[in-house]
């Protein structure tokens, strides 16, 4: 037999403690936007004086790492003299082509895999299985297929990409609550409805947050595409630099396409909030 305990009729209540207001540590609380910029600034700022001090104080050969007023000094010469610009056009063509047929390709594909299972059985293997195969072993074959042409740097970025849209898609399809699908049964709708009211309106976010996530893939497949036989591009520019030791305009170049990805992040934020306004304000 059980018995009980009765409760002591000293015992004091239990104490409660209170969340210590914070402002550098609050959890999706709101943040300071002096704060913040301040953060920004340091964290841009601190690199890129100890990259000052280590070359200007000559603690490193300038072939392998020039000073800033070095790189910035290329990066002129290389818009004034070597046509610089036609190169980021040229790249930037090459990236928004492969990264345009890998979202139509790879937006579909993870709405239905993430929406039908029998869509997900078809082509959850062959994209569980592709996507460790490295991009440049497939090179050699695409070179083969396609020649020495821009449709096989644009494949190479398109095949960086695709199948990261799909995955990432599909699992954010899955994470629609159950309930909204079957609110829609229940009001009469349809499977056709289901999906073009319900699914696609609810992943509409996420798709956006992913294409702007892996957009940083295709610029990252960028050089591996201009070594098939490119005679411009940012790609073309750093491996022609690094042949003759050019350390300072492989820099400029790195830093160029950083830069161009950064514009386009928040590019690319800014028209998620606008299209978006019901999802999350605070995505990264």
């Keep these: 037999m059980v018995t009980l305990t009765p409760i002591a009729q000293n015992s004091t209540p239990r104490e409660h403690t209170y969340l210590q207001p914070s402002v550098f540590w609050s959890i999706r609380q709101g943040f300071p936007k002096r704060l913040s910029l301040l953060i920004v600034t340091l964290a841009l700022a601190v690199p890129l004086l100890a990259w000052a001090i280590v070359s200007y104080a000559g603690l490193v050969p300038p072939m392998f790492l020039p000073t800033p007023t070095a790189v910035l000094q290329a990066g002129m010469t290389m818009f004034a003299e070597n046509n610089l610009l036609v190169d980021v056009l040229a790249s930037s063509g090459r990236v928004l082509a492969g990264f345009l047929v890998a979202a139509l390709i790879g937006v579909p594909m993870g709405i239905a895999m993430g929406t039908f299972y029998s869509m997900d059985s078809l082509f959850a293997p062959i994209v569980g299985t592709v996507r460790y195969m490295p991009v440049t072993a497939f090179v050699p074959l695409i070179i083969i297929w396609l020649g020495l042409g821009e449709a096989s740097k644009v494949l190479i970025i398109m095949l960086g990409v695709v199948l990261y849209n799909a995955i990432m898609i599909a699992d954010a399809v899955k994470f629609i609550p159950n309930d909204m699908i079957n609110v829609a049964y229940t009001l009469g709708g349809s ?19 992913t294409l702007r996530v892996n957009i940083s893939g295709a610029w990252n497949f960028l050089v591996i595409a201009e070594l098939v036989a490119a005679q411009s591009g940012l790609g073309f520019k750093i491996i022609q630099a690094q042949r003759f030791l050019q350390t300072d305009k492989v820099l400029f170049c790195i830093i160029l396409i950083g830069l161009i990805g950064l514009v386009i992040d928040y590019g690319l934020k800014s028209l998620s909030q606008k299209l978006t306004p019901w999802a999350d304000q605070t995505r990264h």
Aim: aromatic share 6%.
């Design 191 to 209: 499977r056709r409805d289901v999906l073009l009211q319900v699914i696609i309106p609810a992943a509409f976010p996420s798709v956006l947050d």
